[in-house]
Nanobody, 124 residues
Framework: QVQVVEAGGGLVQAGGSLRLSCLAS????????MGWFRQAPGKEREFVAA????????SYADSVKGRFTISRDNAKNTVDLQMNSLKPEDTAVYYC?????????????????WGQGTQVTVSS
């Protein structure tokens, strides 16, 4: 019922930047917290960043704190992830997800709808 689509992935050199965008449709976007997760080959899907329904609260994984910024535009039903100072270890498929709650959550099991992912590759 809820469609989530990510865009903006690609290949970038270490130290560069990418901006990922997520478009959600099918329900009232502004009522739900949103999150970004990533999954590298052979690894578990891990939390990257999340933002509350209002945009007033954000949370970041320690590995990306200070480099990544999550934001949302409820009028456009979009949430973005600005990624700066990218490192090779940031290489992964990045997923946008919709929470069933308004508040920020950090666990994969707390999210109800997921996009198909967008590949981010950071070369050294």
């Amino acid at each position: 019922q809820v469609q989530v689509v990510e865009a903006g992935g690609g290949l970038v050199q270490a130290g560069g930047s990418l901006r990922l965008s997520c478009l959600a449709s099918g329900r009232a976007f502004s009522n739900y917290a949103m999150g970004w997760f990533r999954q590298a080959p052979g690894k578990e899907r891990e939390f990257v960043a999340a933002i509350s329904w209002s945009g007033g609260y954000t949370s970041y994984a320690d590995s990306v704190k200070g480099r990544f910024t999550i934001s949302r535009d409820n009028a456009k039903n979009t949430v973005d992830l600005q990624m700066n100072s990218l490192k090779p270890e940031d290489t992964a498929v990045y997923y946008c997800a919709v929470s069933g709650l308004r508040t920020v959550v950090r666990t994969t099991g707390s999210y109800t709808n997921w996009g198909q992912g967008t590949q981010v590759t950071v070369s050294s």
